[in-house]
């Protein structure tokens, strides 16, 4: 599902961050960014979403260079907390949500929260 089309508010305040931040080859990935999947930590307060990378690897990034961590960028957000991670290649991977319930809410209407039993 397109981030914009499940989480519109989030999306411009994300935006606005990204703007803010100076961060416009991240910008320039949002419009067409699809939700991949949710956490499965099961932390009460966590929203965190995976996003599918758009740009596709070639032969030599894939196999040779390969995929990894890049960085985390705060994105200092008013509300809770607000990460994201891009890999080595600056492709949007995740979007670490902590302590938002309104991004929860619109989350779980189409990625259901993963219960886990902690002891």
Same mark, same amino acid.
């Given at each position: 599902?397109?981030?914009?089309?499940?989480?519109?508010?989030?999306?411009?305040?994300?935006?606005?961050?990204?703007?803010?931040?100076?961060? #416009?080859?991240?910008?320039? *990935?949002?419009?067409? %960014?699809?939700?991949?999947?949710?956490? !499965?930590?099961?932390?009460?307060?966590?929203? $965190?979403?995976?996003?599918?990378?758009?740009? *596709? %690897? !070639?032969?030599?990034?894939? @196999?040779?260079?390969?995929?990894? *961590?890049?960085?985390?960028? =705060?994105?200092?957000?008013? @509300?809770?907390?607000?990460?994201? =991670?891009? =890999?080595?290649?600056?492709? %949007? $991977? $995740?979007?670490?949500? %902590?302590?938002?319930? =309104?991004?929860? *809410?619109?989350? $779980? #209407?189409?990625?259901?929260?993963?219960?886990?039993?902690?002891?």
């Amino acid at each position: 599902m397109k981030f914009i089309r499940l989480l519109p508010e989030f999306y411009r305040e994300v935006e606005r961050l990204f703007r803010q931040q100076d961060l #416009k080859n991240l910008l320039e *990935q949002l419009p067409d %960014l699809e939700i991949s999947g949710r956490c !499965n930590c099961g932390d009460s307060f966590c929203s $965190t979403f995976y996003v599918k990378p758009l740009r *596709q %690897l !070639n032969v030599v990034e894939e @196999n040779i260079i390969g995929v990894k *961590q890049g960085k985390t960028i =705060d994105l200092r957000a008013e @509300n809770g907390m607000v990460n994201i =991670d891009i =890999d080595n290649f600056d492709r %949007l $991977t $995740t979007f670490e949500v %902590l302590f938002r319930p =309104d991004v929860e *809410q619109e989350l $779980t #209407k189409v990625f259901m929260r993963k219960r886990i039993n902690k002891r």
